[in-house]
């Protein structure tokens, strides 16, 4: 049996093989409808890319899904499959659609200055002999909401990835404050 280290989930911190490298961070000052991380093939010395965000979204409902969309295709190249749990339900879906579903976000019509986390994996990023997976670990707490989920994507594509972006599912947009790290895991 074959296990994952702890440590690609979570910073290992000190160097050596496994490590984390903060690679770029958008921390908005105003709300964006949209967040891309552009020229990611500079990053192509590493092996797997992971974002990590701290979020909250201007719409006025509980909830807001999060997606994620690779090189600007927003055509049904992507599948998805998801778990998550509320304090009462345990839900599971999947999809082929236009993006990589990650999840719900808290809304400002939560308690003030809660925000929902996400930690992305992109795996083999710069390959192309392979089609690029995610898998996500989401979490968002409200005054009205909790949840907690698992997530993975594929991009039906072998091509390698050079941009990411986030939108969401409603016309509301990610709020000042919120915080989209991109960190580099080497091989």
Partial sequence: MSLIPLGFWAASGGGGGGGFDLLETTVLTSTATTVSFTGLDAYSDYKHLQLRMLTRDSAAQNVNLRFLRFNGVS????????IYA?????????????????GRGVSNSQA???FSQNLVDIL???STNKRTTTRALQNAYGSSFRETGLWSGMYNSTEAITSLE?????????MA???FSIYGIAG
Avoid: C, E, P, W
């Fill in 86 to 102: 509320s304090a009462t339900t345990v839900t599971k879906s999947k999809a082929a659609a236009g993006y990589i579903n990650l």
């Fill in 177 to 179: 404050g919120s915080r």
């Fill in 124 to 126: 083999d990023f710069s």
């Fill in 112 to 114: 003030a200055n809660i």
């Fill in 166 to 174: 986030l939108a969401l599912q409603d016309s509301g947009g990610f």
């Fill in 75 to 82: 055509t049904s190249d992507y599948y998805y499959h998801s």
